[in-house]
Nanobody, 126 residues
Framework: QVQLVESGGGLVQAGGSLRLSCAPS????????MGWFRQAPGKEREFVAA????????YYADSVKGRFTISRDNAKNTVDLQMSSLISEDTAVYYC???????????????????RGQGTQVTVSS
């Protein structure tokens, strides 16, 4: 049974940094497209970043480009999201997701992912 467990969320001041980690069980991150999504109160869930199963290509939402970095550690079987220069608009519940074959044309869509985590709260205080 596949499970995705997010960790690393918390409260941080604007301008600060936070590192989220996703630790799947039952799948290997090196052969899955792994994505991060977020949902702020009263808003729809949105794409944040993804790393593709092939070649490890990375993709980012325009709102986080240059501030967030997604990476994977095949040895630890984890996928991290390093978040820097955080702003209040980054406050949300962050979700990890995995899919075996999500490609560049579908990885930004929540519905494309077969497996999803429960989320971790990130709160940025201004």
């Amino acid at each position: 049974q596949v499970q995705l467990v997010e960790s690393g969320g918390g409260l941080v001041q604007a301008g600060g940094s936070l590192r989220l980690s996703c630790a799947p069980s039952g799948l290997s991150v090196d052969i899955y497209t792994m994505g991060w999504f977020r949902q702020a109160p009263g808003k729809e869930r949105e794409f944040v970043a993804a790393i593709m199963w092939s070649r490890g290509s990375t993709y980012y939402a325009d709102s986080v480009k240059g501030r967030f970095t997604i990476s994977r550690d095949n040895a630890k079987n984890t996928v991290d999201l390093q978040m820097s220069s955080l702003i209040s608009e980054d406050t949300a519940v962050y979700y990890c997701a995995a899919d075996r074959f999500a490609g560049s044309d579908s990885l930004a869509k929540w519905q494309s992912y077969d497996y999803r985590g429960q989320g971790t709260q990130v709160t940025v205080s201004s």
